[in-house]
C-alpha cells in the first residue's frame, strides 16, 4: 500500500499535480518497493512529480518494509495498557524548506528513497499520509486522536471513523492561525514569520496488523508453512 503527494507548484505550468501520482500508483508489483517506485517512474508519461511511501507487508520475517521520498510518511504505533505506544516516524526527505524530494519530471533519482525494516507484532497500527496530516498535527495529537479507536476490540470496525477524525482534526488545524504547528515550527526555523497551520491536501492510510489464527492449534499458513499476516 502507499500514498503519494503532487507537487503542487506544477499547477503554475499548466499541469494538473495529480496526474502523476495517480500513474505512479498503478503498479501492482509489490515484492521489492525500491524496484517499484523505480519502475514507476520509468513507465509515467505525465508530466509533474510527487513524494511517495510505499509499505508491504514480508510474512516470511514477520515484519513490514517501508520506503520514503519526500515528505509523505508514516507512523507505526502499538497499543499497550489501553495506550499508544509510538514505535517509530518516518522523518521528512527535503531539499530545504518545504522543498521535498520528489520523483518524476525534473525530480530526484528514486534511489535515494529511504528503505527500512520494522518488526512487527499482532494489533500494531500502522499510519501512512501525505504532508497534510504530519505538517498539522504533532505525533501527541495524532496518538490523542487514535487512543479512544484502540481501547476495546473490534479496531477495524472503527477505522473509517478513526480517519475522518484525523483528517478533520488537521483540516481544522490547517486553517487555524493561532494553533502552533510542525509547519509553523518548520517554518519558523528557516526564519519565515509564519503562524498556525497549512493549508494542503490530505490522504491517510490507517491499518492494524492482524495475526490470521483462531487457536494455536489452526493457524493458517502459506504453502512454505509460514502464518498469514493481514493488514487490516
Not at 34 to 52: F, I, Y
Not at 207 to 219: A, E, K, R
Request: aromatic share 10%; proline share 3%; with cysteine.
Amino acid at each position: 500500500m502507499g500514498v503519494a503527494d503532487g507537487v503542487s507548484s506544477w499547477s503554475k505550468y499548466g499541469v494538473d499535480p495529480s496526474l502523476y501520482c495517480e500513474f505512479l500508483n498503478q503498479d501492482e508489483n509489490k515484492r521489492n518497493l525500491l524496484e517499484v517506485l523505480e519502475r514507476a517512474a520509468q513507465e509515467v508519461e505525465a508530466k509533474g512529480s510527487s513524494t511517495c511511501c510505499l509499505a508491504c507487508m514480508d510474512t516470511f520475517q514477520d515484519c513490514l518494509h517501508t520506503l520514503v521520498l519526500g515528505d509523505s510518511g508514516y507512523m507505526i504505533l502499538r497499543p499497550e495498557n489501553e495506550e499508544l505506544k509510538i514505535l517509530f516516524k518516518s522523518e521528512d526527505q527535503t531539499h530545504s524548506f518545504n522543498s521535498p524530494y520528489q520523483v518524476g519530471t525534473w525530480g530526484d533519482n528514486p534511489l535515494s528513497a529511504i528503505a527500512n525494516k520494522h518488526y512487527i507484532q499482532d494489533k500494531d497500527i500502522v499510519i501512512m499520509a501525505t504532508d497534510g496530516l504530519w505538517d498539522n498535527l504533532y505525533e501527541t495529537s495524532i496518538v490523542n486522536v487514535l487512543k479512544p479507536f484502540v481501547q476495546g476490540d473490534n479496531f477495524s470496525e472503527k477505522i473509517d471513523q478513526a480517519i475522518k477524525n484525523l483528517a478533520d482534526s488537521a483540516y481544522q488545524v490547517a486553517y487555524s492561525q493561532n494553533i502552533q504547528t510542525p509547519f509553523q515550527d518548520k517554518a519558523q526555523n528557516a526564519g519565515l514569520n509564519w503562524r498556525g497551520g497549512k493549508p494542503d491536501d490530505i490522504t491517510i492510510l490507517l491499518g492494524q496488523i492482524v495475526f490470521d489464527h483462531h487457536d494455536d492449534t489452526s493457524t493458517q499458513a502459506d504453502e512454505n508453512n509460514n502464518p498469514i499476516y493481514e493488514l487490516d
